[in-house]
């Protein structure tokens, strides 16, 4: 089955914990992103790749790094977290062609700092 | 930068009743896709529909329907025949010919029996 798999699914974690949520695709996807989703403010994006060791910033990058070594896996790592990266985050994924098939979206990971 | 704005932060309808989901959108570009996404409570996101905006009939899909009006930057979403299980959270999206995605802040939609 065409899938993104996001893991863990939930997460509780304490300020300054480095932590990492992982993403995996398995449609030969070039183009891979990361969301948050907050009430009222809809998806912003964080950071996106490419392709292979391609990666850029979205709108809200501060606080977040990403690697893209394989094709297939798109990390979200949060170095040191904080209260106000608490949110439900979303991987997705797309052909690098025109665009015009969209996304296909993970089952998002709910995130809380305490 | 484009931008995607819902104006309805809640909307009900009736079961079997239609109902209309707003979104407008800003950019300069003449050419780029129109999307809309379920999030039922699941959270999973579902793609709905989806517009190109070189054509100008409006996208088709079984009980759902747009109006791209492109001059007025208007992207509607329209259900027919709602059912309880098109409850859910709506999401509008633009993306242009690169990789640049905005999503809208989204409709709450209840179905009432």
């Known amino acids: 089955e065409a899938q993104v798999t996001q893991n863990p699914r939930y997460l509780i974690t304490v300020t300054g914990k480095k932590l990492t949520v992982t993403c995996s695709q398995n449609?030969?996807?070039?183009?891979m992103s990361w969301y948050r989703q907050d009430p009222g403010l809809g998806l912003r994006q964080i950071y996106y790749?490419?392709?292979?060791?391609?990666?850029d910033k979205g709108d809200v990058p501060e606080g977040y790094k990403v690697s893209r070594k394989e094709k297939r896996n798109f990390p979200l790592i949060l170095e040191s977290p904080s209260p106000n990266q608490t949110s439900l985050y979303f991987c997705?994924?797309?052909?690098?062609?025109?665009?015009?098939?969209?996304?296909?979206f993970g089952s998002g990971t709910r995130l809380t700092v305490v | 930068a484009q931008t995607v704005t819902q104006s309805q932060p809640e909307m009900s309808v009736q079961e079997a009743e239609t109902v209309t989901l707003s979104c407008t959108y800003d950019?300069?570009?003449?050419?780029?896709?129109l999307f809309w996404y379920k999030q039922p409570p699941s959270r999973q996101m579902i793609l709905v529909i989806r517009?190109?905006?070189?054509?100008?009939q409006n996208a088709t899909e079984n009980r759902f329907s747009v109006n791209f009006q492109k001059a007025a930057k208007s992207f509607s979403l329209k259900i027919s025949d709602s059912q309880l299980g098109d409850a859910a959270m709506y999401f509008c999206?633009?993306?242009?010919?690169?990789?640049?995605?905005?999503f809208g802040p989204g409709t709450r939609l209840s179905v009432l029996p």
């Open positions: 950019t300069s570009e003449s050419d780029y896709y």
């Open positions: 517009q190109e905006a070189y054509k100008q």
């Open positions: 449609m030969n996807h070039e183009y």
């Open positions: 997705a994924s797309s052909l690098r062609d025109r665009g015009s098939y969209g996304y296909t």
């Open positions: 790749s490419m392709n292979v060791e391609v990666t």
């Open positions: 999206a633009y993306k242009n010919y690169g990789q640049n995605f905005v």
